[in-house]
């Protein structure tokens, strides 16, 4: 079978003829509809994961969709996702073990459940499961310009926050995001960001802050938040550390909430990815993503280093 191929650590992949992957107990083969690509496979693909890397040579991807081919817990034939398959998502078939998939509409675009797995859950589970958004909440969206923010923006609309401010650097991308459901933006360059945050929430700033980026914008953030405001950090883009004062804390009975999608419980990832699938079919979720032929992965590797605002999807 053909397969984007790491031969060594940092090095681009290589699209060649590998072997077909062996289904073990409790495994299914899936023939890929889409893989993903995403920081964390740059990572593994540098050896700088914490999670490791698979023994060299190995199959780049670490997400996908397919058809189900054999399995036990799956019929043949049925369209399933996973966070992270056994044996590498960038080749015509792959092995993950069946308490790693859940099914997926059988109508759905594979290109676009891949595009709403490991970024689009990052969003939504972030606004959904850990923000444990109220009916009514006003949300801040740090980074409202990337995948995970254009998501969860979409997210706090369609689940009942009564104000939705996105904030980021790229202009068009925050034009872009009032059309997907902020009621305001703010530039992350603004001169005084805390003020620019206080007049995005003229009725009171957010119950419910969305943050992929620590740093100075969290700190921003913090500062002009209402007591009880729940903060869920899902990332580091804009600082890996920041002098956060016990008073901020205490004062404003801050909650601070992490959030990865590679810990959350199999049920919830499930749940919120069918459920997004459902509001793209019924044409109120979409996600901007862009594809890239299998034989063409090494082109794919290379625009993800660049650090793309949409989500990349190799296919077959």
Known sequence: MRAAVIHELEATPVVEEREEPARGEGQALVE???????????????????????????????????????????????????LRTASGSMAERFVADEAELWEVPADADPAVATALGIAGLAGWLAVEERGRIQE??????????????????????LLGASRVVAAGRDAVRLERSVRLGADATVHLDSA???????????????????????????????AIAPIGVRFVNLGQSAGASMELASAAVRGRRLEIIGHTVFEAQHEDLARGH?????????????????????????????AQRAGPAHKLVVTA
Do not use: C, K
Request: glycine share 14%; hydrophobic share 50%; aromatic share 6%.
């Open 136 to 157: 009514g909440d006003r949300v801040l969206v740090l980074g409202a310009t990337g995948t995970v923010g254009s998501v969860a923006v979409q997210a706090a609309r």
């Open 32 to 82: 890929t509809g889409a893989a993903g690509l995403n920081p964390v496979d740059l990572a593994i693909g540098a050896g700088v994961f914490y999670g490791g890397h698979p023994p060299l040579p190995f199959v780049a991807g670490r997400e996908g969709v397919g058809h189900v081919l054999e399995g036990n817990a799956f019929a043949p034939g049925t369209l399933v996702a996973t």
């Open 192 to 222: 005084d960001l805390e003020q620019a945050f206080r007049d995005a929430f003229p009725d009171g700033g957010p119950e419910l802050v969305i943050d992929p980026l620590w740093g100075p914008p969290a700190l921003a953030a913090i």
């Open 274 to 302: 069918r459920a997004m699938l459902r509001h793209v079919a019924a044409g109120e979720l979409e996600v901007d993503l862009e594809t890239f032929p299998r034989d063409q992965a090494a082109e794919a590797w290379a």
